[in-house]
């Protein structure tokens, strides 16, 4: 009869494996829902959004390293009237992570003309016009590194769980 501990050390490899490869599938999924969020999120605001006029203030935060300076846009304001005439001026919400920052001219304050979509219901959740014009391969491109850990640990757990499949032992 085989002991637990030779069991054990035969299945090792093969558990390790299927759970490196459930890891991967795990971290698909979670990728593929927030892609899916987001592009719900365009979707419902291209059907069912309304268009006005407005000013976009884009901030950045800049770093200075040895050799050169970096910045990024950090926050993006939003200044409009909604269909009752009232302001609004609120940030930017992130689709699926990030921000979609309209470009053009920018004046003296920093502001950049453009158009932007809201529900009537949730101003205070209105995009800039570009923003739609995304679809899923440009949402995925803001989750690459996940979406690439996530195969990665699919492909080796699935081959890892193959390869290390014990073998039957003569009865």
């Known amino acids: 009869m085989e002991s637990v501990l030779s069991r054990l050390s035969r299945w090792w490899p093969t558990a390790a494996a299927v759970t490196l490869a459930l890891f991967g599938v795990l971290l698909l999924t979670i990728q593929i829902r927030q892609l899916h969020d987001g592009y719900q999120e365009l979707a419902?605001?291209?059907e069912h959004g309304r268009h006005t006029?407005?000013?976009a203030?884009?901030?950045?935060?800049?770093?200075?390293?040895v050799h050169d300076t970096t910045c990024d846009t950090s926050s993006v304001w939003l200044d409009f009237n909604d269909t009752s005439g009232d302001p609004v001026d609120e940030p930017e919400e992130t689709i699926d992570g990030s921000l979609y920052v309209p470009d053009g001219h920018r004046?003296?304050?920093?502001?950049?003309?453009?158009?932007?979509?809201?529900?009537?219901?949730h101003p205070d959740l209105a995009q800039a016009e570009g923003a739609l014009d995304q679809g899923v391969l440009d949402l995925a491109t803001h989750h690459w590194i996940a979406l690439t850990?996530?195969?990665v640990a699919l492909?080796?757990?699935?081959?890892?769980?193959?390869?290390?499949?014990?073998?039957?032992?003569?009865?």
Not at 57 to 65: I, M
Not at 155 to 167: E, L
């Open 44 to 46: 419902s605001l291209r």
């Open 53 to 55: 006029t407005a000013h």
């Open 57 to 65: 203030t884009v901030s950045t935060t800049c770093s200075s390293g």
């Open 107 to 121: 004046d003296a304050e920093g502001r950049v003309a453009t158009t932007v979509v809201y529900d009537p219901a």
């Open 149 to 151: 850990i996530g195969l």
């Open 155 to 171: 492909g080796a757990g699935i081959s890892g769980g193959v390869a290390a499949w014990p073998q039957r032992r003569p009865a």
